[in-house]
Nanobody, 124 residues
Framework: QVQLVESGGGLVQAGGSLKLSCAAS????????MGWFRQAPGKEREFVAA????????TSADSVKGRFTISRDNAKNTMYLQMNSLKPEDTAVYYC?????????????????WGQGTQVTVSS
């Protein structure tokens, strides 16, 4: 049973930083890609960034390029999202997700497993 548990959300002022973590368990994740999504009130869930667990290659949405960095620690089975230069429009619940494929997929329907989410609030 795959489990994903996010942590690290909170309240931060615009221009500040937060680092989210996603602890993964239940199987080995080589051959998997994992991603971060976010959902603001009244909006659809949107893709933020993804990483191939084995090789570590990454991709991210244009809206966060240059500000957010996705990474993982194989030994700890943990994925991270370092968020810098945060803006009020980054306010959302952030979810980590995993899919049993190495091909990139920015659609939430392409992911098999989800965490419970962590709230990020950026004040102006």
């Amino acid at each position: 049973q795959v489990q994903l548990v996010e942590s690290g959300g909170g309240l931060v002022q615009a221009g500040g930083s937060l680092k989210l973590s996603c602890a993964a368990s239940g199987r080995t994740f080589s051959g998997y890609s994992m991603g971060w999504f976010r959902q603001a009130p009244g909006k659809e869930r949107e893709f933020v960034a993804a990483i191939r667990w084995g090789g570590g290659s990454t991709t991210s949405a244009d809206s966060v390029k240059g500000r957010f960095t996705i990474s993982r620690d194989n030994a700890k089975n943990t994925m991270y999202l370092q968020m810098n230069s945060l803006k009020p429009e980054d306010t959302a619940v952030y979810y980590c997700a995993a899919r049993g494929s190495l091909s990139w997929n920015t659609a939430s329907t392409g992911y098999d497993y989800w965490g419970q989410g962590t709230q990020v609030t950026v004040s102006s």
